[in-house]
T-cell receptor, first 113, second 114 residues
Framework: GDSVTQMEGPVTLSEEAFLTINCTYT??????LFWYVQYPGEGLQLLLK?????DKGSNKGFEATYRKETTSFHLEKGSVQVSDSAVYFC????????????FGSGTRLSIRP | DGGITQSPKYLFRKEGQNVTLSCEQN?????MYWYRQDPGQGLRLIYY???????QKGDIAEGYSVSREKKESFPLTVTSAQKNPTAFYLC?????????????FGSGTQLSVL
């Protein structure tokens, strides 16, 4: 079945470091891909999305490019801040329906001042 | 402020007891969802509802029940049949009247067993 695999955490970086969180997917067709972020004590928020191959989603300095050839959607940020400390979830949707979204297991990111 | 309100923030259940988690939204969204989040795991869908008075089982519906009597409200009951209820429960909503995969989440309820 369809699935999402993301790198295990926790990931700990110093402020202003470069961030990459890896995400790969398995799907029988061409899914939409998402990154959601969960700040401490809160629900998830959509961070960015991409709906077709080679699309780049971006928001708040984060970027991810939909790579069909490597079935990947890695999250990157050039210079992280302490406020970026959160859990990041990669997700896919095959049928343009929120009820069909499949989430990865999440990657906890901690940024040291 | 538009959003999703979940209550309570923390809930404790005694063995054999049913407990109900509240979820209210004022976003005028048609669809609402309940997810369970366990440490180190992704979210798993328990139940969802795309319209009032109708709901569908998700991937892990056993031991849970829901109702959707009003568009704004989608309470989740964790029954005594759910043998491992300790988890973080998230409610979400989305507009249904267009292809839209964006979910809006509440801040969650942490359920623990006494």
């Amino acid at each position: 079945g369809d699935s999402v695999t993301q790198m295990e955490g926790p990931v700990t970086l110093s402020e202003e470091a470069f961030l990459t969180i890896n995400c790969t997917y398995t799907a029988t067709g061409y899914p939409s891909l998402f990154w959601y972020v969960q700040y401490p004590g809160e629900g998830l928020q959509l961070l960015l999305k991409a709906t077709k191959a080679d699309d780049k989603g971006s928001n708040k300095g984060f970027e991810a490019t939909y790579r069909k050839e490597t079935t990947s959607f890695h999250l990157e940020k050039g210079s992280v801040q302490v406020s970026d400390s959160a859990v990041y979830f990669c997700a896919l949707s095959m049928y343009s329906s929120a009820s069909k979204i499949i989430f990865g297991s999440g990657t906890r990111l901690s940024i040291r001042p | 402020d538009g959003g999703i309100t979940q209550s309570p923030k923390y809930l404790f259940r005694k063995e054999g007891q049913n407990v109900t988690l509240s979820c209210e939204q004022n976003l005028n969204h048609d669809a609402m969802y309940w997810y369970r989040q366990d440490p180190g795991q992704g979210l798993r869908l328990i139940y969802y509802s795309q319209i009032v008075n109708d709901f569908q089982k998700g991937d892990i519906a056993e031991g849970y029940s829901v109702s959707r009597e009003k568009k704004e409200s989608f309470p989740l009951t964790v029954t005594s049949a759910q043998k491992n209820p300790t988890a973080f429960y998230l409610c979400a909503s989305s507009p249904f009247t267009e292809p839209n995969e964006k979910l809006f989440f509440g801040s969650g309820t942490q359920l623990s067993v006494l």
